[in-house]
């Protein structure tokens, strides 16, 4: 049993996180609200806390963390809108990039585990799926405060996880809507909507990412990993089995090319992460899409 610090607690990994770690830790959970969005960990047995900490506050954070003493820090918070990130550079760069400054630094000076996401969204996409040592070159500035992120802890810090996934999807309380949670909505309300070919990656149910990032904690594992679901398809192969899953009609979906699109932040199109290190670490199993859908089915949250 370890003392185990979540930040971004109430974000779709956030409350995963709390979810599988609860089970066997005593957690502090901390985000921007006031409150826990689940009105309680599902699985907690024993010591559960939450507090609002914005991790830009250094002082706050190291009032809680030299008073709760984890072993082991795990950032899940994050400015995660990519488009939003191109228009609010400021707010990026502070919550991206010094945010992780404080915890990484606050984890050197008391000795902690961080345990830090970043994304897929580090490399230009020419060329994926990734994996762990090609060289990153992002497209937009949300990845581009990521890998300065990713720099920040292995330059100051030994005991630490860099976990990279990408497409997080799942069902979560008051959670901002993740690629599936749209297209589901979309379809039940028979709208026609138009998903982009050419933008390939391989989505990652937000669960088994937490189930993922337990099993690394539990094995002491240091450095970067990429942790991801197993299927690559496009967006548009994607929502295609979304549909099939929830039997919405599949006609309603119609494709369309990233440069139709005008997104804000440019998109790597042949993104996603290849999982062959992950597979050697771990006894979890990285789901498919199918297998990941039909968990999102047979799970109210
Ligand atoms: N979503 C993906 O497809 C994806 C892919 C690869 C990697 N990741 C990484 O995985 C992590 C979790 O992603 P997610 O999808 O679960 O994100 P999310 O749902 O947006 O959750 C992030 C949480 O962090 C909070 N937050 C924002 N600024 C903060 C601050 N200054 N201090 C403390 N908390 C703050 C957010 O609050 P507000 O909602 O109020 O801003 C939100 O609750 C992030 O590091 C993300 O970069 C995500």
Redesign the pocket.
Known sequence: MKNVFI??A?????QKLVEVFSSENRILA????PEFFPSQPKISKGFFEYEK????DKEKLETFISSFKPGVII??????DVDGCEVEKDKAWK?NVE?VKNLAFLCKEFKIKLVH????YIFDGKNGPYSEDEPPNPLGYYGLT?LESEKIIKNNLTDYIIVR????YGKGVK??K?FVLWVIDKLKNNENIKIVTDQLNNPTL?FNLAQAISELVEKNFVGTVNIAGSEYLSRYDFAKKIALKFKFNKMKISSIKTEELKQKAPRPQKGGLKIDLAKKLLSTKLLNVDEGLEYMKNNPL
């Not at 901390?30 to 609200?33: A, K, P």
């Not at 900490?53 to 830009?56: E, Q």
């Not at 996934?165 to 997080?168: A, I, K, Q």
């Open positions: 930040t971004g109430n974000g779709l990994l956030g901390s985000d921007l609200q900490i914005d991790i830009l950032n899940s918070g994050a400015y995660t919550v945010g996401l970043s994304t897929d990521k996934s990408n497409v997080l959670v901002k993740n937000a």
